[in-house]
Nanobody, 119 residues
Framework: QVQLVESGGGLVQPGGSLRLSCAAS????????MNWYRQAPGKQRELVAG???????NYADSVKGRFTISRDNYKNTVYLQMNSLKPEDTAVYYC?????????????WGQGTQVTVSS
């Protein structure tokens, strides 16, 4: 199992930046994938960015070129650097870990952190 704690959310003006952090309770070195999801009011949760154990990354089209996901295996932490923020980025952002055990994919979630982009 792994516990995840997000931090770094807040209120920011359009065009501004935030960096979210996701601290894991155990080593993330061998975790299959670490992802950031978000959920806006009245909408489904969507994948924002992901990073594999081999540091391959993927992004939603809506954030490509603006957001960057990274991982620090020594700090057991995953980051989401968000630049050029837009009001439509407003959502609760969740950290997700996919741990593979005996070929089964197990998902773990953090409690979420609120990001509000508004002037």
């Amino acid at each position: 199992q792994v516990q995840l704690v997000e931090s770094g959310g807040g209120l920011v003006q359009p065009g501004g930046s935030l960096r979210l952090s996701c601290a894991a309770s155990r080593s993330i070195f061998s975790i299959y994938a670490m992802n950031w999801y978000r959920q806006a009011p009245g909408k489904q949760r969507e994948l924002v960015a992901g990073i594999s154990s081999g540091s391959n990354t993927n992004y939603a089209d809506s954030v490509k070129g603006r957001f960057t996901i990274s991982r620090d295996n020594y700090k057991n932490t995953v980051y989401l650097q968000m630049n050029s923020l837009k009001p439509e980025d407003t959502a609760v952002y969740y950290c997700n870990a996919v741990v593979v055990v005996a070929a089964m994919h197990n998902n773990y979630w953090g409690q979420g952190t609120q990001v509000t982009v508004s002037s």
